[in-house]
């Protein structure tokens, strides 16, 4: 069974910083792109960013643009997203996420994370 497991979550302040970590234990990790979601109380999950296989292209939300970079090593099975300049309305529990295919196209997904809570203070 393949685990997907989010860290480095927590409380910051309004400006600040903050670096996701994702850990997969596919075998088969190199080959699908990769996603960060986020889902805030009493509202619908909403995509972040994404990733291909290779980590040769990036997708983000107009609303992290600029300010969110999410990166890959295939090596360690590791994806992450830095997170500069956070804002209030970024807090939210952050999923991971593993697309059915090697691009950030497809809209099918294998698996998901249980999730870490980004709180941002104004």
């Known amino acids: 069974q393949v685990h997907v497991v989010e860290s480095g979550g927590g409380l910051v302040q309004a400006g600040g910083s903050l670096r996701l970590s994702c850990a997969s234990s596919?075998?088969?990790?190199?080959?699908?792109?990769m996603g960060w979601f986020r889902q805030a109380p009493g509202k619908e999950r909403e995509f972040v960013a994404a990733?291909?296989?290779?980590?040769?292209?990036?997708y983000y939300t107009d609303s992290v643009k600029g300010r969110f970079t999410i990166s890959r090593d295939n090596a360690k099975n590791m994806v992450w997203l830095q997170m500069n300049d956070l804002k209030p309305e970024d807090t939210a529990a952050y999923y991971c996420?593993?697309?059915?295919?090697?691009?950030?196209?497809?809209?099918?997904?294998?698996?998901w994370g249980q999730g870490t809570q980004v709180t941002v203070s104004s």
């Open positions: 996420a593993t697309y059915d295919s090697g691009s950030y196209h497809d809209p099918d997904f294998r698996f």
């Open positions: 990733i291909n296989y290779i980590g040769a292209s990036t």
């Open positions: 596919a075998r088969t990790f190199s080959m699908f792109a």
